[in-house]
């Protein structure tokens, strides 16, 4: 789970009008459920978006690495676009299991 809007709320600003911003609390199985993935297609996704531990592949954005995952070709993709990019197995292994 993660709380999102959690030290923000209240009114606010918004395009030139005031929203109301409250806490939500956000699901991992809900979100990944609603986007048709696996975590493991969730991890996939991050390492061609970028991440803390890897910059990512060049004009690949949310959109891009999401229709990449579902079509089940993210090594295809890592492949093609970044052949220099090290075997992502360190940074896949360190999102499943990561140090306490």
Do not use: C, W
């Not at 459920?33 to 949310?62: A, C, H, Q, V, Y």
Request: glycine content about 8%; overall charge positive.
């Amino acid at each position: 789970m993660l709380v999102r809007n959690l030290a923000i709320s209240g009114k606010r600003r918004f395009h030139g009008r005031t929203v109301v911003v409250e806490p939500e609390r956000l699901y991992l199985s809900k979100i990944l459920e609603g986007l048709n993935i696996s975590r493991d297609n969730l991890i996939e996704m991050s390492i061609l978006i970028g991440t803390d531990f890897n910059d990512g592949i060049k004009g690949i954005g949310p959109k891009t690495a999401l229709k990449i995952v579902r079509n089940d070709a993210f090594q295809e993709t890592l492949d093609k676009k970044a052949p220099d990019f090290d075997p992502p197995r360190p940074v896949i292994e360190f999102f499943r299991s990561p140090p306490r």
